[in-house]
């Protein structure tokens, strides 16, 4: 589609972008199909090419209304119409910008504000891990509502100390160790099994993915540079291997450091490294299937699971197919899955925002996951897992906790 920018974009890095990722869009529809949002509603500006549209005419200098803003901020920003669209259209980029610009323009209603700056602020503040821990401690006595966001704690387990060779740092994050530490402390363990040491380091945090989906990507960059400051003697020194990043919503972010950061001078060349350094654990683990094997305990019995790949991960990463691979070669009997490619409708802070589109999504993946019977559902990502996991009358965990459980020997 031939965009002519309105001159208020027309200068703009963001403005320029846009035009090149319309430019690819031929308008025929084929992704529209696939869209979650768009087979609940069935309102063409609930799709990927309805909204493609609604940018366009934003960039042209169209009045910017709440009608436009609503259809935006029901998008999930799963990314599927990516993997649908046979023309490349990058439309994750453009959305985000579409969202900057609405933002920019028109001011929300003051209970969405509220809404928006706590989550901005809250998830990713230093009293969200204490808070969190509360409320674990008196889960049974909260109202059903808000014990959904609240999972079960998990005992996180002895954090190996032996040092190896191969060292990777790992990503200190924001709502995954407050939610569930058990995730990072699986990761650390099975990373030692292999030889691997992993370190988190301090000064580092969220990954910034939070704040840019809320349409505040200064609050997002700002995230991205501590990490950028707080890695780089490590990385520079070329003591590290990988940046291993196991919450695929994050490693997508950090994964996009270099393209975000492409106009800041300061920063541009330091966050191409880094974002070439990120790895989802399955991208180190994919070449080490026979040395797991050999770290597992043996005989151990053969379950029935069922693999939720978020979209972070098959959309937005493009990995596709290789954990599951790898947990077969584990042992492990994977159910079908009827479509996979769906968001379960976590999407970072959209089950808060949007919560009955959210609802809707969960209670159809679930019934997806559990059609063949599995005994526990796996995952990649910490708020598909909690998402998933307060519908779900099986266990949910991260695929990493599932492995770590089968370890033989453990540190002490
Ligand atoms: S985004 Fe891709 S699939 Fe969708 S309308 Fe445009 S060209 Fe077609
Ligand atoms: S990102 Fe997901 S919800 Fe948004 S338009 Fe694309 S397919 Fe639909």
Known sequence: METTLAPRYAESPQGLIAQEILRRCVHCGFCTATCPTYQILGDERDGPRGRI????????????????????????????????????????????????????????????????????????????????????????????????????????????????ARKVILLKGCVQPAMIPAIDAATQRVLDALGISSEIVPGSGCCGAIRHHLADPAGGLENARRNIDSWWPQVNAGEIEAIVINASGCGVMVKDYGHLLAHDPEYAERAERIS??????????????????????????????????????????KIKGAVERLLTALGAHLVPVADSHLCCGSAGTYSVLQPQLSQELKARKLTALMANGPEVILSANIGCITHLESGAKIPVRHWLEWIDERLESKPA
């Not at 490349?88 to 959305?95: C, F, I, S």
């Not at 969190?132 to 059903?144: H, I, T, Y």
């Not at 053969?302 to 972070?312: I, M, S």
């Open 276 to 317: 070439r350094l990120a790895k989802d654990p399955i991208e180190l683990l994919d070449a080490l299937s026979a040395t797991l094997q050999s770290v597992l305990a043996p005989s151990l019995a053969v379950q029935r699971v069922a693999f939720h790949p978020p979209c972070t991960l098959q959309h937005g990463q």
């Open 53 to 164: 549209y609604l940018i366009k005419q934003i960039a042209e200098g169209a009045e910017v209304g709440r009608e436009t803003q609503i259809h935006l901020d029901r998008c999930l920003t799963c990314r599927n119409c990516e993997t649908t669209c046979p023309s490349g259209v990058e439309y994750g980029k453009l959305v985000d910008i579409g969202r900057e610009w609405i933002e920019d323009r028109l001011q929300r209603p003051p209970t969405e504000r509220w809404m928006r700056q706590l989550l901005k602020a809250g998830l990713t503040s230093s009293w969200f891990g204490p808070a969190m821990r509360l409320g674990q401690q008196v889960r049974g006595l909260l109202p059903a509502s808000l014990k959904a966001k609240v999972p079960a704690y998990r005992p996180p387990g002895p954090i190996p100390r032996r040092q190896h």
